[in-house]
């Protein structure tokens, strides 16, 4: 199965400093048809404004993944972490029993960025944060494990669950392959450009939810900028 989900049916939420987009229900927005895709149980496409961003708050339980595609996030929490991530690169936050964290926007232009969370394979981790550069250069053509919970991903940021997290920039015309099971659940959103996945055609910013499949191709039909999920 592979189902196509248009950005512009997903949730919507526009706060002023943060102009938030929901391809899974979130705060105010619910659609008891989309509360989670296998373990994926949130993806956020969020803009954060200039010079301005989340206070602290805090989160238990939840393996959130934050991927930078423009501008750059800055982050601090309890444990006394402190980093800035930029574009392209990733950043992870295993809640677990539980921490509290601000992230802003500390620079002079937007910030717009992808947060995933998912959930965790137990409760009761013990909360980390850490942060990675991912060079362009090294996802031409394939996909990257950017972060992951398989043994076989040992070079990825851990999370604490049995789901993986890439990403890959694709030429047009070009075409990528991903081997997964049919009992996995893959979510997949191009950043930038137009992809497609057997009959699929996604934009920029619509989802792809795919299950059922032992593997996929990914064609990219304009220079393609893609993040997907490969979760339980």
């Not at 938030?20 to 705060?27: N, V």
């Not at 206070?55 to 393996?63: G, I, L, Q, R, V």
């Not at 049919?182 to 934009?203: D, S």
């Not at 304009?222 to 339980?232: I, K, P, T, Y």
């Amino acid at each position: 199965m592979i189902e196509l989900r248009p950005f512009s049916t997903i949730g919507a939420a526009n706060h002023g400093w943060l102009d938030a987009h929901h391809h899974f229900s979130f705060g105010g927005y619910h659609d008891p048809a989309r509360t989670h895709w296998g373990a994926l149980r949130v993806w956020n496409d969020d803009v954060i404004a200039a010079n301005s961003g989340f206070p602290p708050h805090a989160h238990d339980n939840m393996e959130i993944i934050t991927y930078v595609r423009e501008g750059a996030i800055s982050h601090k929490d309890s444990l006394g972490n402190q980093g800035r991530t930029g574009a392209g690169d990733v950043q992870v936050m295993s809640a677990g029993t539980g921490i509290q964290h601000a992230e802003f926007n500390l620079e002079d232009e937007d910030c717009t960025l992808f947060q995933i969370w998912i959930m965790p394979d137990r409760t009761g981790h013990p909360p980390s944060w850490g942060t990675r550069p991912f060079p362009k250069q090294g996802r031409d053509g394939q996909f990257v494990t950017l972060a992951s919970g398989l043994p076989q991903d040992a070079e990825a940021l851990k999370i604490n669950t049995s789901s993986r997290v890439a990403g890959a920039f694709i030429k047009a015309g070009e075409t990528v392959r991903y081997e997964t099971a049919p009992v996995r659940h893959l979510y997949l959103v191009p950043a930038t450009g137009k992809v497609r996945i057997g009959a699929v055609e996604a934009q920029a910013r619509d989802g792809v939810a795919i299950t059922g499949e032992s593997a996929i191709a990914v064609t990219a039909l304009e220079d393609s900028e893609v993040v997907l999920v490969d979760a339980a």
